[in-house]
């Protein structure tokens, strides 16, 4: 059997943490906040953050995540609730992570290198670790005691959507029981400013999204990933777009695209920002929700990345 099927998702974002939040922004239920983030030498920079988290989740007081950073908190609660278990730590051994970020740990990262340029001698060894992208990756391998293989991809909005083909291959060639693709990003001031340089005038905003995949047949089915199209800035995204439409069109047969949720990063913009890696990760929950919520039969993720390709997933209702 060589088909491969969601068996959950999680999603941390400006909405709030779950899906329930998220879908409820792209509905037009709920509607997530602008904030600022202020910065040394200039005005402050709009954002859309992570609401705080209410109460405390067990995986919280986990070891690991004692001094990590939001970028892990998000891709530990996104990937919790993909795997069906939101409060408690649930060891998997036989499960693969593939992470996608293109920020990293940006917050550390400051915070380190700042200490490094004002006096080296003391600059603090624990920062270090958590400024490293592979750091969340690595602290859900521990959490989830996985003896499976732990990689980080560093890409933009494309690299989730690339994840998902690794995943399925690996899992259709047996050499993991089943794979939890994330991605995950963390807002600061750093890369709000770089972000402004060139975006569409959409804040940068940060979370996470999760996508578990295993060869057990499950309600939703991910029925094809096409070839990744390399796309720089410059080129037509329109068309770009169009490219990869027929493309899976041509994978999935008849099937017929519909869907009440958007499903790809630019139309998720307006009502969640630019969530960098995070942002293709939204793209394919969006659609896997509208096939699971029983609104499309079928629904695609197209993601143009923000220079470095073009790639799109298909997902199906399983029979």
């Known amino acids: 059997m060589n088909r491969v099927f969601v068996h959950g998702c999680g999603v941390v ?25 202020t910065r040394p030498d200039g005005a402050p920079l709009p954002v859309r953050r992570v609401p705080a988290l209410e109460g405390r989740s067990c995986w919280m007081a986990h070891p690991r995540l004692r001094r990590a950073g939001p970028i892990s908190h998000y891709a530990v609660a996104a990937a919790f609730e993909a795997l069906g ?60 005691s996985n003896e499976a293989a732990s990689t980080t991809y560093v890409s933009d909005q494309s690299g989730f959507v690339a994840a998902l083909g690794v995943a399925a291959d690996g899992l259709v060639q047996g050499r993991a029981d089943s794979c939890l693709v994330v991605a995950c990003e963390e807002a600061d001031w750093v890369t709000a400013a770089a972000a402004r340089q060139f975006s569409k005038g959409v804040p940068l905003s940060e979370g996470a999204a999760a996508v578990w995949l295993r060869r057990q047949p499950g309600p939703v089915e991910l029925t094809a990933v096409t070839d990744p199209h390399p796309f720089v800035r410059g080129r037509n995204p329109a ?11 041509n994978r999935m047969g008849s099937i017929s695209f519909t869907s009440g949720i958007p499903s790809d990063p630019d139309a998720l913009e307006p009502q969640l920002g630019d969530g960098l890696a995070a942002a293709g990760g939204w793209a394919c929950v969006a659609a896997i929700e509208s096939v699971r919520r029983g609104r499309a039969t079928a629904a695609s993720a197209i993601v143009i990345g ?14």
């Open 85 to 144: 278990s939101p409060g408690q730590w649930v060891p998997m051994p036989g499960l693969q992570v593939l992470v996608c970020a293109l920020c990293g740990g940006i917050g550390h990262s400051r915070r380190f290198f700042g200490e490094v340029l004002a006096a080296p001698s003391s600059a603090s060894p624990i920062l270090f670790p958590e400024t490293v992208f592979n750091a969340p990756a690595s602290h859900l391998g521990a959490i989830l």
């Open 239 to 249: 068309r770009e777009a169009a490219r990869i439409r027929k493309e899976l069109g």
């Open 306 to 319: 923000s220079n470095l390709q073009a790639i799109g997933a298909g997902f199906a209702r399983a029979d």
């Open 13 to 37: 974002s400006p909405a709030g943490w779950g899906i329930e939040p998220f879908c409820d922004v792209l509905d037009g239920i709920r509607h997530a906040e602008r904030s600022a983030l």
